[in-house]
């Protein structure tokens, strides 16, 4: 199996930048596509981005689209999900998963297999 650790969050404001970073370790990366979700105080976790296991798809929420990209380096065993023109609504724990590899995009966290811990991301104005 895969251990996924994800870093990177922290405080930002309005309008600023965050690049979080998941790490791999385990297993190889490229067995696996993977995603991005988030979840706020009091709200369930949502999809943010997805990318599979060679990078040829990839899928981001209408919410955040525009601002984030999701990519990967499997050489290094790390997706990221670089984020900028944060607003406040971002404000969550980011959570990356990864997915017994498919092919395709995976938009369901049911759909995935493995999680990491999360990272918090705080957006203030």
């Known amino acids: 199996q895969v251990q996924l650790v994800e870093s990177g969050g922290g405080y930002v404001q309005a309008g600023g930048s965050l690049r979080l970073s998941c790490a791999a370790s385990g297993r190889t990366l490229s067995s696996y596509d993977m995603g991005w979700f988030r979840q706020a105080p009091g709200k369930e976790r949502e999809f943010v981005a997805a990318?599979?296991?060679?990078?040829?798809?990839?899928y981001v929420a209408d919410s955040v689209k525009g601002r984030f990209t999701i990519s990967r380096d499997n050489a290094k065993n790390t997706v990221y999900l670089q984020m900028s023109s944060l607003k406040l609504e971002d404000t969550a724990v980011y959570y990356c998963?990864?997915?017994?590899?498919?092919?395709?995009?995976?938009?369901?966290?049911?759909?995935?297999?493995?999680w990491g811990q999360g990272t918090q991301v705080t957006v203030s104005s």
């Open positions: 990318i599979t296991w060679n990078s040829y798809s990839t």
């Open positions: 998963a990864a997915a017994a590899r498919r092919g395709y995009v995976v938009r369901a966290a049911a759909g995935y297999d493995y």
